[in-house]
C-alpha cells in the first residue's frame, strides 16, 4: 500500500472506531499458506472455514485493538502472505 492509501485508511478507521476497540479481520488465503497467516495470529483463536475444494481457507479474527495504527500494522504483515486476500 502507499502512504497516502494508508493515510486515508488510518482516518476512516479514526472516524469509525473509538480506540481501544474491538475490530474484525478477515483473510482468505491459499491452503499452503495458512500456517504462516496463523503464525501472525498466534494468540488468537479464529474463525476458519475451508474452501469447497480446500483451496483456500478464511479466516475471521476479532480483536481488541489499541488504535488504527495497530489495525494497520497488521494489514502491512499479513500483506507479506503471498496469495492472502484481506477483505
Given at each position: ?7 486515508k485508511?488510518?482516518e ?5 472506531h ?20 496463523k ?7 479464529p ?6 475444494n ?8 476479532q ?9 494497520i500494522d ?8 503471498e496469495?492472502l486476500?484481506?477483505?
Amino acid at each position: 500500500m502507499d502512504q497516502h492509501r494508508l493515510d486515508k485508511f488510518k482516518e476512516q478507521l479514526d472516524q469509525h472506531h473509538a480506540w481501544p476497540s474491538v475490530y474484525t479481520f478477515k483473510f482468505i488465503v491459499p491452503a499452503g499458506k495458512v500456517s504462516a497467516l496463523k503464525e501472525l495470529f498466534r494468540q488468537h483463536t479464529p474463525q476458519e472455514k475451508a474452501s469447497k475444494n480446500g483451496n483456500y481457507t478464511s479466516f475471521t479474527y476479532q480483536m481488541m485493538m489499541p488504535s488504527s495504527q495497530a489495525v494497520i500494522d497488521i494489514y502491512i504483515a499479513a500483506s507479506k502472505i503471498e496469495g492472502l486476500i484481506a477483505l
